[in-house]
């Protein structure tokens, strides 16, 4: 039992992407987080104050990044961050400057590059290897080449070199278009742009020649897996300055994510980032070892982001009954905590990043459902975590900066 | 019995100063306001629309000076107004251009300047004395000096002269800080202020040697009182423009209080400051004389501001009983202005600037209650004046701005 000091109030921000979703028939015309069992929250929000969230605005879909930079303070009407340098930093490159970083995906295409499979059957084991390979690979002289593997079928490029440019467009032709791979185009009519998109072509076409026939990809073959014979580019970007919450709060922050994305995001925000080899950014992830870790954070640290990838994976793949049991099986995971953390001025809050319902299998801009829970919160009258029953509750309607700005408050910053 | 004219739509907006709060044990759970007994309000509100209301965001917490800037209409998104200018207007002091205004407090140090008691016991009686003595005092060719007492412990000081800066720190170490008498410096690396900090510090340490001896001193000490024998200077500003509000609404707008700070915004405001001698700003003010002279200000004005501020003084000392007691004493008040006007255009608005939760002893950034009521609202279903009762109501979550917007859309303006 950890028992908090109590000098100092503390927060568990439990972040569960992709949460929220439409009324689905097959649960009964609910939503996956309605149709749930989930005693442990509702206890939690039976003494909670609760309110649907707007990441940005009402009706406005965003991505994990947009999400998350919101949800750690970041100005997101300031327009982009670059998807590229959050991912480096997620897998702990430090940009420097004139850095140009992007995301890339492993993927599966034929001799005439179309796309067969964009995330080459969401392999797993031997990126590590493929991703070597991909580093012997030269450009011109004075442009270093960096791969590095991220979580699953997913990676990051970084190019060094002088006379750079991040405004490119993409060679991952995304979900939507599955057709050829795209030639990267400069978006902007200057020389290190046209550089720069002449340069990921090369790279693009010249990871096909080193993956093809690269002894991961044959032994795939061999076992009827789609092959990774080459790399995706998307997210180009340079990075620029983050607000660095902690200092803001001039309080210890800590993010405990199995997803890049989140902890690159984390990282940048000033948030110490918190992961181990069982976390998994997918449904598998290991639950009881996020449970122990949030319990050791929250000794250390005044606010603890906990994310959960899993409700977001399964909205995607259209999959109502898995986001269903992954937020019953989140909820046993809450109550894990609630058992080994007690103290009168520890402050729970439930959030999402954005909403994915099951029968889009993608982002939407429906509000997430929210709550705070803790001492002297405006206690309301909702007694279910739920979209609907969150909608009555005594926050309202707010933005995701206000209500950061409330448990912030709570926490007495 | 005040008949108001038909022609003309008039209203009355109650300001409680820090009524928000949040659920406390002793009074089961509830906070003051829905523990109070409040018949007149609930009366009002069971004809009325009511929500809860941000003055900025949700979760920031506000000073009495922003909360009341935003209440009179100004643009508190314009940044700061200055402390020193509106409590100089509380006191009838018109600013001249170049003229730098501060407020200070009477204060209570030992002879090594420690502060032993920031508001010198919250002396009442003497401060005119001690005041003169004060103006007494002279700076160098070419600066003036205007010392004026505001309510208890607080006074005005202005200075006058040319090639004077706002831009100084303040004499005053804070409620946080009870060390020493702090040093003023300047904020900006101008002449200008490193010139008016200097002057300052020499009247803080001058204002010593005036105070210590002075008679007043010596019957409190007699007394058993703290002296009143430093000031302590603080919110230094040079003046902005403020919006007229009557101009802007084309209509006559009055404000009743006993707090200089709310005159000083008011006056400023354009509305005309109404205050008699047992208005005090704190938990003993005259109520029936707020009242009687709510209703006379009724009769000449189109709208009547009325600021109470006992429920803020009960917040910061940690009296959630006082604090009941005190909105059940305003509710009679509120009874007894009902029984005397009548008339089918007249709207009650219910408001607060922000929130005192009794267990904090500070400001803090919840939403207040606010309600309408009058001809024609959409009457919800509220039928009790309280934080949680006014989440569900019809106006929902509201910025303080469109609460007013849509107060002035009642009265036609």
Known sequence: MTTLSPERYKGL?????????????????????????????????????????DIVAPGIKVGTDVGHLALFGQDISAGS???????????????????????????????????????AGRIRAGTDLLTASLNEIRLE?????????????RGVLVLRGNQLSDQISDSDPGDRDRGRVQEVRPLIDHPDAHRTARLVNELVRKSYQVLQP??????????????????????????????????KLGRKVACISGESTVLGIAHLSGADPIVTGSMTANLDTNLPEKASRAVEALRDYDLVYLHLKGCDIAGHDGQPEL?????EQTDKMVGEIRRQVEGRNLYFAFAGD???????????????PVFLSGPDVRID?????????????????????????????????
Request: aromatic share 6%; net charge neutral.
């Open 214 to 247: 690269h002894a991961v990809n044959r032994q795939r073959q061999n076992e009827g897996k789609p092959s990774a014979n080459i790399i995706l580019t998307r997210g180009a970007g340079a990075g620029r300055p983050y607000i660095n919450l902690s200092e």
């Open 141 to 153: 002289d004075g442009v270093e080449v960096l791969f590095r593997p991220a979580t699953e079928h």
């Open 13 to 53: 921000l439990v972040i569960q992407d992709g949460i929220g979703d439409r009324p689905i028939e097959v649960l009964g015309g609910k939503t996956p987080l309605e149709a749930a069992s989930t005693p442990h929250m509702d206890a939690l929000i039976g003494h909670g104050i609760s309110g649907i969230m």
């Open 323 to 327: 986001k269903k049991q992954f937020i």
């Open 81 to 119: 961050y670059g998807r590229g340098p959050m991912e480096a930093a997620g897998v702990g490159i430090a940009l420097e400057k004139g850095d140009v970083a992007m995301r890339f995906n492993f993927a599966t295409v034929d001799e005439t590059f179309h796309v067969l499979d964009r995330r």
């Open 354 to 368: 954005h909403s994915t319902p099951c029968a889009l299998g993608e982002h939407s801009g429906d509000p997430v």
């Open 381 to 413: 009258q909702v007694q279910k975590y739920g979209e609907r029953p969150c909608a009555q509750g005594g926050l309202g309607r707010i933005r995701c900066r206000d209500f950061l700005a409330t448990l912030f408050d709570y926490l007495r910053v």
